[in-house]
C-alpha cells in the first residue's frame, strides 16, 4: 500500500486590511519621582512641561576633557513631582480607554530601572490609584447602563468571541454554578479587601461619551506575567488552592499526601487574523469596577517579587493585565442581541508593568536573583532592539527582519508596533544621583522610542440598522404598559358593576292569596332596570373613553406615519447625501492613489538620483583619496631625490677631501725626498772633512722616481708582483668562529622573526639570540609564550650595501586574550669593505732598484702594510678573527 506523502500545511494569508497611510508615533511620558530625603541631591531639573535637563552628580565625568556635561531630553509631556495621579490618567490613559470603548486597541507600559515608582504609577495605593484602577472606573462608569447578562460572551481557545442565546447562557450559568473547580469571581457584595479599599474618591470618577446605545458590553479580565521569559497565568487557580482536608468517620481530619505542583507556563499563539495571544489563559468575566480589581488583586498576590538592596518590594517579573471589551449589536427591535459571530467586535487594553533594569552589584543580587535581573535586562534589551531596528526600516526604507521571537515581551505585543493600535510609554525615573548613569540610559531609549510610528488604528464598521431602536423599544415598551393599566381599570369598573346588581328574590306561589311575592318580585326586577340603565350608561360613558383613547391613538399613529414618513424623507436625502459623499470619497480615493503613484515614482526617482549622488560622492572620494597618495608619492620621491642629492654631494665632498689629502701627502714625499738627498750630502760632507776614516764604500744614488710623463699608463703597466715575504703566521689555536654579541640577546624568551625573503650575506659575524623561536611569520601561539620580540630586515643603503635591521619590540598581553608587540628599540648591522689609498711610496730598504724597474716591486710593501693587524691582549684567536682595518700613518 502505497504510503500518502506528507505536504506542508499551507499559511493563511494575512487579512486584508484596508490601507490607512496615517502614522502616529509613539507616545513617550516621562514622570520624575520626588526624592526620600529633601536635602539629597538631584540631578533631573524640570525645564518646561516638555523637557528636562540632567545635571552630572560631582565626581562623574562624561567627556574626556573633564568637563561637566549636561544633556536636555524633549517628551511628550513632563509630569513633575507635584503631580497627581487624576491628572496623570487625564493625559497618558483616559484616551486609550476612549480609543477601548469604541472598538480600538491600545498598549501602556512603564519603563525605568528599579526602585523609581513604575508600580505606584499603575497601581496606586489607597486614595491615590494608579492608572489601572481608573480605568476599570471609567470603563464600567461608561459601559455599566449597556452590559449583557453574564454568560451571553462566550471566549473559546482561539482567541475569539461566540454569542449566546439567553437560554444557553443561563444553561451555562447554572453548570459553572454546580460545578466546583471552576474559579469563583468575587462579587461586589463581598467585602473589599482593605489593602484596595477607597482607592478613589468619588469626585475623581469620570467616563466616555459617545458610548453606542445600540449595543450590548461584557468585559473580560486576565492577568499574566512572564518570569525567566516564561508566561505563567497569575488567575490560574493551583493546587495550593484546591486541596481541603477529608474527615473520617471519628471526625478527625485526614492529611493528604499530595506533592505541590509549580504552575505550568503558557506559551504563545496567533489565530486567524494574525494577533499573538497566550494559549490557555484564563479570562474572568466581570460586571463591575470593584469586582475587576478585585480579580486583580487576587493575581497581584501571587506575582514574583524580592527584598533588594535598592528597593523593599523589587517586581522581579514583567506583568500583563489585559482588559476585552466584547460589544455586539441589537437586533433590529433592539430588544435582543444579533446572534451574528461576524458582527462581534472585541477590543482590548493591555496594562503593562515592566520591571526595572538592574545592576548585580548595586542591588547585591546572589544566586537566583542574578539569574532574574539577567533575564529582565535581556527581555528590555531586545524590546529596545526591535524599536531601534522598527526606527531605522521607517526612517531609512530598510526592510530589515525585526527580532520579536528574542523574548517574550516582544513577541506579544509584535501586533501592536505592526499598527492594531495606540502605544504609550510612561517613563519613570528617580531624579538621586546614584541612578544617574541608568538613568541617562533610561533616557536616550525613551527620546529614541519618540521616533517609531505605529499605523493609525481604523474604525470598525457600522452595521445597517437604525441608531435609536434601544430608546426607542423602551418607549414603546413603557407605553404598552400604561395601556395595559389603563384597560385593566376599565374591565375591573365593569367587572365591579356586573357584580354590584342585586340578587332575584324566590318566585314561587304557595298560597293563591300571596299578594307579597309578586311585588316583591316586581320591585327587584325594576331595581336591577334601573341598575342596568346605570351600566348602559357607565358602558356608553366607557365606550365614549375608549373611542375618544382609540381616536387619540390614530391621531398619534397617523401623527407617528407622518414623522416616520418625514424622516424617510430625511433619510432619502442623507442616502443622496451619503451616496454623493461615497461617489466623493471614490473620487479622492483615486485621486489619493494617483498621488501615491506619483509619490511612488518621485521616489523612485529620488533614490536613483540619492544612487547617482552617492556613486558620485564615491568616485570623488576615490579620486581624493588617488590625488592625496600622489600627492604624497610625490612628497616621497621629492624627498627621496634631496636624500639621493645629499648622499651625492657628501659623496663628492669625501672624494674631493680625498685627492686633497693625496695631493698633500705628494707633496710630503717630495719634500721627505728631498731632506734625504739634503742628509746623505750634509752626511758625505761630514765623513771628508774627519780625519784618520777611511773611504766608505760610494753610496748609491737614491731612485728616482718616474716622472708622470715617464710612468706607463695604467693600461700598459704590467701586473705588480706579490711581495715575497710570508704573510702573516697564525699562532698553533685553532681559528673558532665567535659571533657577535647581540644587545637582545637575555634571558627573556624571544620569537625571532625572520621572513622567508631574507638574504644570506656569509659573514662571519652573525647576531645570535638564545631561548628563540624562529618563524617565517608571527602567530599568536609563539607570541603567547615569548616576552620578547625581534623581526630581521634587510635593506639597500644609500652606497648600494645590504644593510640588516633588527628591529626589536615587548610582546604586551590584551584585555581580549590576544597579544600585541610594542616596538622599543632599532639595531643595524652593516657590512663595509676597507678602502686602500692610491698612494704609492718607494720602500727604502733592501738594494737599489733601477730606473726600468717596474712599479710593482717597490710598491709591494705598501700593498702589504697598508692595512696593520690590531689583536686584543691576551687574545688567543688568529689575526684573522677580530680585527680593525686602519690605514698606517707615514712619518712626517
Known sequence: MNRQAKCKTPRRPPPKKPPNSQRDPVGVY???????????????????????????????????????????????????????????????????????????????????????????????????????????DMIFNSVGPFQAKRYIFKTDDKNSMEVQSEVDALLERQRRENNLTVLKTPSSRQKVDPEIGDMLKPEETCKADGVDEDSCYSVFVSYIEIYNNYIYDLLEETQEDAIKPKWNGGGTPVRQNTEFIPPQSKILREDQNHNMY???????????????????????????????????ESSRSHSVFIIK????????????????????????????????????????????????????????????????????????GTNKMVPYRDSKVSHLFKNYFDGEGKVRMVVCVNPKTDDYEETLLVMRFAEMTQEVEVVRPVDRPICGFTPGRRHRNQAFREEMSQRVEDRGDAMSAL???????????????????????????????QNRQRIRQMMIEEFNRAASRMKSMLQELDSNIISKENVILEQNGRLAEKDKVMHSNKMEIERLEKKTKMQEHK?????????????????????????????????????????????????????????????????????????????????QLKAIVTESKTPGRPDPQPRQPLPQRPSRE???????????????????????????????????????????????????????????????????????????????????????????????????????????????????????????????????????????????????????????????????????????????????????
Open 599 to 679: 509619490i511612488d515614482i518621485l521616489q523612485k526617482t529620488t533614490k536613483i538620483y540619492e544612487d547617482d549622488k552617492r556613486s558620485l560622492q564615491q568616485e570623488v572620494e576615490t579620486r581624493g583619496h588617488r590625488l592625496q597618495r600622489e600627492l604624497s608619492e610625490k612628497r616621497r620621491m621629492e624627498q627621496r631625490m634631496q636624500g639621493m642629492v645629499s648622499d651625492t654631494q657628501h659623496k663628492w665632498e669625501k672624494e674631493c677631501e680625498r685627492r686633497v689629502n693625496a695631493m698633500q701627502l705628494e707633496m710630503q714625499n717630495k719634500l721627505w725626498v728631498k731632506d734625504e738627498k739634503l742628509k
Open 30 to 136: 516621562l514622570r520624575v519621582r520626588p526624592l526620600v530625603a529633601e536635602d539629597e541631591e538631584c540631578c533631573i531639573e524640570v525645564i518646561s512641561s516638555s523637557t528636562v535637563q540632567l545635571h552630572a552628580p560631582e565626581g562623574f565625568k562624561v567627556n574626556r576633557n573633564g568637563e561637566y556635561k549636561e544633556t536636555q531630553y524633549s517628551f511628550k509631556k513632563v509630569f513633575g513631582v507635584s503631580v497627581s495621579q487624576m491628572e496623570l490618567f487625564e493625559n497618558v490613559a483616559k484616551p486609550l480607554v476612549v480609543d477601548l470603548i469604541h472598538g480600538k486597541n491600545g498598549l501602556l507600559f512603564t519603563y525605568g530601572v528599579t526602585g523609581s515608582g513604575k508600580t505606584f504609577t499603575m497601581t496606586g495605593s489607597p486614595g491615590q490609584g494608579g492608572l489601572l484602577p481608573r480605568s476599570l
Open 495 to 525: 367587572n365591579g358593576v356586573v357584580l354590584s346588581l342585586p340578587p332575584l328574590p324566590t318566585s314561587e306561589l304557595t298560597d293563591p292569596n300571596d299578594e307579597l311575592t309578586i311585588p316583591r318580585l316586581v320591585e327587584a326586577l
Open 710 to 892: 715617464e710612468r706607463p699608463s695604467r693600461e700598459e703597466r704590467p701586473p705588480s708582483k706579490r711581495s715575497a715575504s710570508p704573510p702573516p703566521v697564525p699562532t698553533t689555536t685553532p681559528v673558532r668562529p665567535r659571533h657577535r654579541r647581540s644587545r637582545s640577546a637575555g634571558v627573556e624568551k624571544w620569537v625571532d622573526h625572520k621572513p622567508p625573503s631574507s638574504l644570506d650575506l656569509g659573514t662571519v659575524l652573525q647576531p645570535v639570540i638564545p631561548n628563540a623561536i624562529q618563524v617565517s611569520a608571527p602567530n599568536e601561539k609563539a607570541l603567547s609564550k615569548c616576552d620578547r620580540y625581534v623581526l630581521t630586515h634587510q635593506e639597500v643603503a644609500s652606497d648600494g650595501e645590504i644593510q640588516t635591521k633588527l628591529i626589536k619590540g615587548e610582546v604586551i598581553k590584551t584585555r581580549g586574550g590576544g597579544q600585541s608587540v610594542q616596538f622599543t628599540d632599532i639595531e643595524t648591522l652593516k657590512q663595509e669593505l676597507a678602502t686602500v689609498s692610491s698612494r704609492k711610496r718607494k720602500s727604502s730598504e733592501g738594494a737599489a732598484s733601477s730606473g726600468s724597474q717596474t712599479d710593482g716591486a717597490w710598491t709591494d710593501v705598501k700593498t702589504r702594510c697598508s692595512v696593520a693587524l690590531e689583536m686584543r691582549a691576551g687574545s688567543n684567536m688568529g689575526p684573522g678573527v677580530e680585527h680593525h682595518g686602519i690605514s698606517k700613518r707615514r712619518k712626517p
Open 278 to 312: 497566550v494559549a490557555g489563559c484564563m479570562e474572568v468575566e466581570v460586571k463591575s469596577a470593584e469586582e475587576a480589581f478585585q480579580v486583580f488583586w487576587r493575581g497581584q498576590k501571587k506575582r514574583k517579587v524580592a527584598n533588594t538592596r535598592l528597593n523593599r
Open 325 to 396: 471589551l466584547a460589544q455586539a449589536p441589537l437586533d433590529a427591535e433592539g430588544d435582543n442581541i444579533l446572534q451574528d459571530k461576524n458582527q462581534v467586535s472585541v477590543s482590548q487594553l493591555c496594562l503593562v508593568d515592566l520591571a526595572g533594569s538592574e545592576r548585580t552589584g548595586r542591588t547585591g543580587a546572589e544566586g537566583t536573583r542574578i539569574r532574574e535581573a539577567g533575564n529582565i535586562n535581556q527581555s528590555l534589551l531586545n524590546l529596545r532592539t526591535c524599536l531601534e531596528i522598527l526606527r531605522e526600516n521607517q526612517m531609512y
